[in-house]
T-cell receptor, first 116, second 111 residues
């Protein structure tokens, strides 16, 4: 299947700092990527849809000023957690659709963010 | 809104078949997916089925879809210890693949 690479896989940061997470489609172009958040032993919750060349679309309840998304090229979307707090600690996963009619969604390896 | 539910836990013996069930509420779902997640890892796409299909088989995996009852199942034949993981079903309704995930089923394979 297609490859989506996420970096870093783990990051620990201090409260109040910002953290950038990258999501790259390695062997295909993605005009759309999705960012999910997963709490321990829970399902994935869609945070936002990242659109190449335009503003991201955020789900209800997600603060767009806190979770900045930039989709500057057809292979890269970034999620920046600004002014991080301990409650932002979570597992963040991106996905990118591909295949005929974009039916297949491939996921990155995920990023474990810990805010101390 | 959409709601996708799964049983939380399933335990089987190695070599037996596993059946993981999923129910969803959105009748406009176009594609239904099964993903596997191992501890600390991302999601691996196992298989998916188009909503106008009843069944899809891929090696040890068989997906059954009952669209009338909005019920999806994943059967893993000859379950191995390496199949131990969390399995998520997901449904997609729009182009570009925005997915709604189920709660996940923890599959434990015992020797």
């Amino acid at each position: 299947g297609a490859v989506v690479s996420q970096h870093p896989s783990r990051v620990i940061c201090k409260s109040g700092t910002s953290v950038k997470i990258e999501c790259r489609s390695l062997d295909f172009q993605a005009t759309t990527m999705f960012w999910y958040r997963q709490f321990p032993k829970q399902s994935l919750m869609l945070m936002a849809t990242s659109n190449e060349g335009s503003k991201a679309t955020y789900e209800q309840g997600v603060e767009k000023d806190k979770f900045l998304i930039n989709h500057a090229s057809l292979t890269l979307s970034t999620l920046t957690v600004t002014s991080a707090h301990p409650e932002d600690s979570s597992f963040y996963i991106c996905s990118a659709p591909t295949g005929t009619l974009n039916t297949e969604a491939f996921f990155g390896q995920g990023t474990r963010l810990t805010v101390v | 809104g959409e709601d996708v539910e799964q049983s939380l836990f399933l335990s089987v013996r190695e070599g037996d078949s596993s059946v993981i069930n999923c129910t969803y509420t959105d009748s406009s779902s176009t594609y239904l997916y099964w993903y596997k997640q191992e501890p600390g890892a991302g999601l691996q796409l196992l298989t998916y089925i188009f909503s106008n299909m009843d069944m899809k088989q891929d090696q040890r995996l068989t997906v059954l879809l009952n669209k009338k009852d909005k019920h999806l199942s994943l059967r893993i034949a000859d379950t191995q210890t390496g199949d131990s993981a969390i399995y998520f079903c997901a449904e997609g309704t729009g182009g570009g693949n925005k997915l709604t995930f189920g709660t996940g089923t923890q599959l434990k394979v015992e020797l």
